[in-house]
């Protein structure tokens, strides 16, 4: 049995971070296909929900196709207590296939075979009786319309029916699904023996001994199966990824003549065959001095192919896009290999360290960072977190984990350290959980993922889920359907590549308080900056501010809505700071420092607090017409005047107003529906617009 291609080498790590073998991490939604999952091909079982009845069948009853009788008759088979085989077809020049026979699986008798020539030959026993058990259908064509019907059929059987919890052992219903075939693999290649493996599902499973889907003799033919196939196929791969492995560098090679810039790096073992690459692109370097304060490093994906370990560097742009630094590929996961990688990272951005860099849970990557990023801030993604959750508590509190997980979230955005810690021995104590690997595995990393500890660490907004978003994005475009190195290189460098990249579009930034220091900022940062700030600078006016002795102001929310925070202001040097840190972790004034600027009759922000990363001025890809923002507020004059004038006539009756609100949804609906057009045609209808 040759192992099938795989539509794509890379899978997400299933590995748990907490170092066992007998946990892994399943992702919700996920839908992978690896080498190991194409070992041994398995036909889908039928499946029955408990809301779906399955009638006895009967003569004359009507099927599209002969699948979905199969189907049909297996699901009622297996209520009933028994299973069924396909039996005969009859098949004509004009017709094909025109009839099928499916029978119990106990029909006929078995024909003596010839013994083999050995001293204790095995006597099996079968489970043929001749029972008459049968559900015959015929193919017809009506209309044009190829349909079957069931021509004959008899339920009577000449043994007995099994129960539920007998009819389900039988060899038509045991079926090991893939994410179990992957994780049988895993387990039998730790060492594990096949008893041990299939006591290990049981307890990730939940379920009582013996009622898996499938047996342990199922288990044993499959990684005996497996075993086989992987020692046929062995030299093979090994070939194909030291094949790979040299195409790829010879890439990296042939870059270097196109892109003067470009950098890369590899090590070789002691039999100098190549174990490490890393690689990044001129554009990347470039885009690391504005943008390299704040690094995420991604190491969700692996090859089983290839046995690497997927890294790649991400920074986020003043349009909150992600935006590609570097490539990694690790032969593992050891703090050794990391440390190889953060140093050629290093290298390869001229020395240049990052504020704060962004990770996963991992051991080893926690101590090379450690080691080589001694004054960078170590921040583990809270996204990566949550995604684990349920992998690691929903089986062990069972009813309880969805209360767990709302305590868990809220107890993330705590702002008090004293009072994170608190709440989370109050957590733990409540939930029983004090024993628990992954509570103590969370906690031994407390000063990397609570709010309440990295508040004060620059992250430049990639915790917010709109990065997250466009980090995933950017990996499913180079990772989807690639087949081998070379052209996963190639990939990435024309995903990475900003003459790919669409231009961003100059937004109409529209006002909504008419403060000046609204107007000012728009003129100076992105729009996705500037949204941000305006939404701050909208809620600041819902503050009061209370100056204290030392020259400082109190700011709270008129109803106290939320807590007091502490502003200081120094005139000399025009510098001020907020308790809630909000300019420290994300480069953006917070509402209490602006409320404290308008007192002090503030008319513009100072140029101090418009961070370099947030200005038009830098953004990587360039806007169409530096004239576009005029433009856009001239048309948008235009439509706020035609739409008042719409409003006021369509309030006069219900007539009128139905008549807009329908002409209206259809015209919105179908300029969503419209191709996007360049600058020049935004401006030629702002034009139009004005001289009608």
Same mark, same amino acid.
């Given at each position: ?60 009853? *009507? ?28 098949? !004509?020049? +004009?017709?094909? $296939? ?8 106990? !029909? ?36 044009? =319309?190829?349909? %079957? ?8 059987? +000449? ?23 992957? &994780? *049988?693999? /895993? ?9 041990? $493996? ?117 920074? =986020? ?22 440390? %190889? ?16 860099? =962004? ?11 450690? &080691?080589? /990023? ?16 349920? !992998? %690691? ?30 709440? %989370? !021995? ?14 103590? /595995?969370?906690?031994?990393? @407390? ?30 475009? =180079? ?20 003459? +790919? ?15 000046? *220091? ?147 949804? @259809? ?15 935004? +401006? ?9």
């Amino acid at each position: 049995m040759a192992i099938k291609p795989s539509n794509n080498i890379w899978i997400r790590r299933q590995q748990c971070p907490c170092g066992d073998w007998k946990c892994y991490i399943k992702y919700e939604g996920d839908d992978q296909t690896s080498a190991a999952s194409q070992l041994v091909k398995s036909e889908p079982t039928p499946t029955l929900s408990s809301s779906e009845a399955v009638f006895t069948p009967y003569v004359g009853q *009507i099927f599209k196709n002969d699948d979905d009788a199969f189907e049909y008759y297996s699901n009622f088979a297996r209520k009933n207590g028994f299973s069924i085989r396909k039996a005969r077809s009859t098949e !004509s020049q +004009n017709l094909g $296939i025109y009839r099928r026979d499916f029978v119990c699986y106990r !029909s006929g008798f078995n024909q003596p075979r010839k013994k083999a020539n050995v001293e204790h030959p095995r006597d099996r026993k079968s489970v043929r009786c001749g029972c008459d058990a049968k559900l015959y259908l015929t193919k017809e064509i009506v209309d044009g =319309i190829t349909q %079957w019907y069931v021509s004959q059929f008899s339920n009577v059987h +000449n043994h007995e029916l099994l129960e539920d919890d007998q009819v389900r052992l039988l060899p038509a219903y045991r079926k090991i699904q893939e994410a179990d075939q992957e &994780r *049988i693999l /895993l387990l039998s290649k730790a060492g594990f023996p096949v008893n041990r $493996i299939v006591k290990v599902l049981e307890l990730e499973k939940g379920v009582q001994p013996g009622q898996l889907p499938f047996i342990e003799k199922d288990v044993r033919n499959f990684v005996r199966t497996c075993k086989k196939t992987v020692q046929e196929n062995d030299a093979l791969l090994t070939e194909k990824r030291e094949n790979d492995t040299l195409e790829l560098l010879e890439a990296c090679k042939s870059m270097t003549e196109r892109d003067a810039n470009f950098v890369y790096d590899y090590t070789t073992d002691k039999n100098h065959k190549v174990e490490n690459v890393a690689w990044s692109y001129g554009d990347s370097v470039h885009a690391f001095m504005v943008y390299g304060d704040v690094v995420t490093f991604d190491t969700t994906y692996c090859s089983i192919t290839y046995g690497l370990l997927l890294g790649v560097w991400f920074g =986020i742009d003043n349009h909150g896009k992600a935006i590609f630094f570097g490539c990694v590929l690790l032969q593992d996961e050891s703090s050794e290999s990391f440390t %190889w990688a953060l140093q050629s990272f290093i290298r390869f951005m001229g020395g240049r360290r990052p504020q704060t860099i =962004i990770t996963d849970v991992d051991a080893g990557l926690r101590d090379a960072i450690a &080691r080589e /990023l001694p004054d960078t801030k170590h921040v583990i993604c809270l996204w990566h977190i949550l995604s684990k959750l349920s !992998s %690691w508590f929903s089986l062990p509190l069972g009813s309880q984990y969805e209360d767990f997980k709302t305590e868990f979230n809220m107890l993330c955005h705590l702002e008090g350290i004293e009072e994170f810690e608190h709440q %989370w !021995s109050l957590l733990v104590a409540r939930f029983g959980l004090a024993s628990d690997k992954h509570i103590a /595995l969370l906690f031994s990393y @407390r000063a990397s993922w609570p709010l309440s500890y990295i508040r004060g660490y620059f992250l430049a907004r990639t915790m917010t889920a709109e990065f997250s978003q466009s980090v995933d994005a950017f990996l499913k475009r =180079i990772l989807s359907g690639q087949t081998c190195l070379q052209v996963f290189f190639e990939q990435v460098g024309l995903t990475a590549d900003l003459r +790919n990249h669409s231009r961003e579009g100059m937004q109409y930034m529209h006002m909504k308080t008419c403060l000046p *220091i609204e107007e000012h900022a728009r003129n100076v940062i992105t729009p996705y900056a500037f949204n941000v700030l305006q939404h701050e600078i909208v809620l600041c006016m819902q503050y009061a501010t209370t100056e204290m002795a030392d020259g400082s102001y109190l700011v709270r929310h008129y109803k106290k809505m939320d807590g007091e925070c502490l502003v200081f202001w120094i005139q000399e040097d025009e510098q001020i700071h907020c308790s809630c840190k909000e300019f420290e972790h994300s480069g953006m004034l917070c509402r209490h420092c602006l409320r404290v600027l308008l007192v002090k009759n503030y008319f513009q922000i100072p140029e101090k607090y418009f961070l370099p990363r947030w200005r038009l001025e830098n953004s990587l890809v360039p806007f169409e017409d530096q004239n576009a923002q005029s433009s856009s507020i001239e048309c948008a004059q235009a439509f706020h005047s035609l739409a008042s004038a719409l409003l006021t006539e369509s309030l006069i009756s219900k007539e009128r107003y139905g008549y807009v609100h329908r002409e209206l949804s @259809r015209v919105l609906d179908h300029v969503r529906n419209m191709p996007n057009y360049d600058e020049f045609a935004l +401006n030629t209808t702002a034009n139009n617009v004005g001289e009608s």
